[in-house]
């Protein structure tokens, strides 16, 4: 299974981003899909997340209502439309499938994708 995250870029804060994930095929015991970001010296930390059917979402409190989560299943793609981004946004950003406990947890998550860099300017 191989994950390639997309859409990255140096925005203004307040401007939108929308990265993208694509997915070679979906792993047989997957039922979620993520994105994680991790900013310099910081750890990676959760973001968001979405069932394959694309029926529930879940979101960190710090993007709820900014960023919405979606999947194409037909295409196997994961998308975050990020808008209102704030300079704390900045941060190298992940996908992944998850496989095993909860979905906000690092640890579930056993494929990645090589990261896209958001930079959002002051």
């Known amino acids: 299974v191989q994950l390639q995250a997309s859409g990255g870029g140096l925005v203004q804060a307040g401007g939108s981003l929308r990265l993208s994930c694509a997915v070679s095929?979906?792993?047989?015991?997957?039922?979620?899909m993520g994105w994680f970001r991790q900013a310099p010296g910081k750890e990676r930390e959760f973001v968001a997340a979405?069932?394959?059917?694309?029926?529930?979402?879940y979101y960190a409190d710090s993007v709820k209502g900014r960023f919405t989560i979606s999947i194409d299943n037909n295409k196997n793609t994961v998308y975050l439309q990020m808008n209102s981004l704030k300079p704390e946004d900045t941060a190298v950003y992940y996908c992944?499938?998850?496989?095993?406990?909860?979905?906000?947890?690092?640890?579930?998550?056993?494929?990645w994708g090589q990261g896209t860099q958001v930079t959002v300017s002051s």
């Open positions: 979405v069932t394959w059917t694309g029926s529930r979402t």
């Open positions: 992944a499938a998850h496989y095993y406990g909860s979905v906000y947890s690092i640890s579930g998550y056993n494929y």
């Open positions: 095929e979906r792993p047989s015991s997957s039922y979620f």
